[in-house]
């Protein structure tokens, strides 16, 4: 009998391995799926290199059935099994501990900023931009601030101390004025669950940023000259823009656009002209394949 179009009960077939030549019978036997959606996988404790790994090995063991006969099928059948089963066991216990220390990591970075919980709040909202006015007057303090540094016009070593000195003031008086500016007793269930959910996108973005670190690393190993070539490149061009730019005015412009990026994705303007974009390329991409025709 011929197999059915599509997926059977969850099996998706290798593209090296023809359908009809493993039958209806072998993929409902051991409901093999080895085309998972990236939810899929994380579901069911399968990602990235684990998964990659996976398929791979089951491709070669079912092209082995394949070319041998019924009995090295069940036997090629009870192999995928166990490796599905090994697979995923290994990867969700993975899973289970990244959760884990992701959660004890966020509870130590709630109880150290615990005194700035209501500030943190508050500067939450702005950034998200929850009422009209917050852009422009995000623009206008940065602004301000910006062209008292450009009047004054101090040294490098001044700046620096001035501005590790008004963190330091922060840190001490931040904790102090906040429960009688803002009232702890206004604290609710809801502020407490959205503190909750800066602190872990905080740990999520160090952990991303040791991850990019590890990963240059990683290619300075593995690839050296791509390293050095794509660091070199990279840092003449940083160089050549700071050259052609005033110091000042970059520093303003790279931190303009970090305190409205947050509203930015939160109001979907980046991903929307992102779209654009990728539409007009898109447009140009297939014009140049016209013409070639």
Known sequence: MAPPPGHWRGFSPLTSVSSHALGSGWSDLFKLDL?????????????????????????????????????????CGFVLCSLRRHTSRTMAEGDNRSTNLLAAETASLEEQLQGWGEVMLMA??????E???FPPAIMGVV??????????????LSGVSCFVMFLCLADYLVPILAPRIFGSNKWTTEQQQ?????????????RRAVGWWKRLFTLKEEKPKMYFMTMIISLAAV?????????????????????LLPGLNQHGIISKYIGMAKREINKLLKQKEKKNE
């Open 239 to 259: 160089a050549w823009v700071g050259q052609q730019v005033h110091n000042l005015l970059l520093t303003y412009l790279i931190v303009t656009f970090l305190l």
């Open 143 to 156: 602004s301000l601030v910006f062209l008292t540094i450009y009047y004054l016009d101090p040294s490098v």
């Open 131 to 133: 009422r009209a006015w």
């Open 124 to 129: 939450d909202k702005i950034l998200r931009w």
């Open 194 to 206: 959205r503190f909750h959910e800066i602190c872990s996108n905080l740990v999520k973005t160090r």
């Open 35 to 75: 085309d998972l959606s990236n939810e899929e996988r994380a579901s069911q404790g399968l990602s990235g290199k684990a998964a990659g790994l996976y398929k791979r090995a089951a491709g070669r063991i079912l092209a082995l059935g394949v070319r041998r006969g019924s009995l090295w099928r069940i036997c």
